[in-house]
């Protein structure tokens, strides 16, 4: 098993300063990688909460941590991939993965908020059936000298995109639903799950990406897949990953029993840190207290 931890990103917490103190702090204890996500906008009276109401670009922290840190690899969980054009994002991580030494994990998600696609201009219709074109191109212009192509969503004249990345980025998708699963399987690295995914049911959606990689031909074993923690630590609760230091462990031993591959302990989505009212001093003695608490190795 794994750990990662996601540096601040939301709320009033996420200043640049906190995300290095967090990412060389993480680096030092010998977690495995830091984390983070993507929320374009906030429409006016949205129930969503205040985890999502302030939110730092995800590639762009990413780059900045890039500099700051040698080791820990650089995740994101996810990018929504209908809000950028696939040649855009292409170039963007290919840097990404190039400047931070071949670093660089790659999660993608299909979008879930309308006023997101609105504001991007692109229809939420058909998402699942862009993904696969989306995956499909990415690959091929972190790849092939020349690329030509013509599909249902995008379309490219011939060609070239360089200076290649030094080795592909890995691409891991998110989604819950059956058909999202087993798209997992077919066509990526790996699987995310999202941070309201129930993690007592975890192993059976785990399940349904490996039958599709076998269906697919594919060696499941190779597979990654990586739950957000939305860890909170002394919580009064009996959910997965919150309560005591002990129990978070323990509960990261049991989802490694059920397939998990990889785990990061997300404190964006605790409302009392990832909010951009809370006092960022606080968060980031409760952040910085779990970062060692919950470092690998810890029992």
């Given at each position: 098993m794994r750990i990662g931890f996601a540096v601040p990103v939301s709320g009033s917490w996420a200043t640049p300063e906190n995300m290095k103190r967090i990412a060389r702090r993480a680096e030092e204890l010998g977690y495995h990688e830091v984390w983070t996500f993507q929320r374009l906008l906030y429409p006016v009276g949205h129930p969503m909460g205040p985890v999502y109401r302030s939110v730092r670009d995800p590639v762009v922290a990413l780059s900045y941590l890039a500099g700051v840190t040698d080791r820990i690899r650089l995740g994101v969980a996810v990018l929504n991939l209908p809000f950028v054009s696939p040649a855009?994002?292409?170039?963007?991580?290919?840097?990404?993965?190039?400047?931070?030494?071949g670093r660089l994990d790659v999660g993608l998600g299909?979008?879930?908020?309308?006023?997101?696609?609105?504001?991007?201009?692109?229809?939420?219709?058909?998402?699942?059936?862009?993904?696969?074109?989306?995956?499909?191109?990415?690959?091929?212009?972190?790849?092939?000298?020349?690329?030509?192509?013509?599909?249902?969503?995008?379309?490219?004249?011939?060609?070239?995109?360089?200076?290649?990345?030094?080795?592909?980025?890995?691409?891991?998708?998110?989604?819950?639903?059956?058909?999202?699963?087993?798209?997992?399987?077919?066509?990526?690295?790996?699987?995310?799950?999202?941070?309201?995914?129930?993690?007592?049911?975890?192993?059976?959606?785990?399940?349904?990406?490996?039958?599709?990689?076998?269906?697919?031909g594919r060696d499941p074993a190779t597979l990654r897949f990586v739950c957000r923690g939305v860890t909170r630590a002394q919580a009064d609760d009996s959910a997965p990953l919150t309560g005591s230091y002990e129990k978070i462990r323990a509960d990261v031993a049991a989802l490694g029993e059920k397939g998990v591959t990889e785990v990061f302990h997300d404190l964006n989505f605790d409302p009392g840190i990832g909010n951009p009212d809370a006092d960022p001093a606080a968060s980031m003695r409760r952040a910085e207290e779990a970062l060692d608490a919950l470092a690998p190795g810890r029992s």
């Open positions: 855009l994002m292409a170039k963007q991580l290919a840097t990404l993965q190039d400047v931070s030494g299909l979008g879930w908020l309308p006023e997101e696609f609105r504001a991007s201009g692109v229809p939420m219709e058909r998402r699942g059936r862009r993904a696969e074109e989306y995956v499909g191109l990415l690959r091929r212009l972190w790849t092939d000298d020349v690329v030509e192509h013509r599909g249902e969503f995008y379309e490219l004249p011939p060609v070239h995109q360089d200076p290649k990345p030094v080795g592909a980025p890995p691409i891991l998708l998110g989604g819950t639903a059956p058909v999202a699963l087993r798209r997992a399987g077919r066509i990526a690295d790996g699987w995310i799950s999202p941070s309201r995914a129930d993690l007592a049911t975890i192993g059976e959606q785990i399940a349904i990406v490996k039958d599709a990689a076998r269906e697919a």
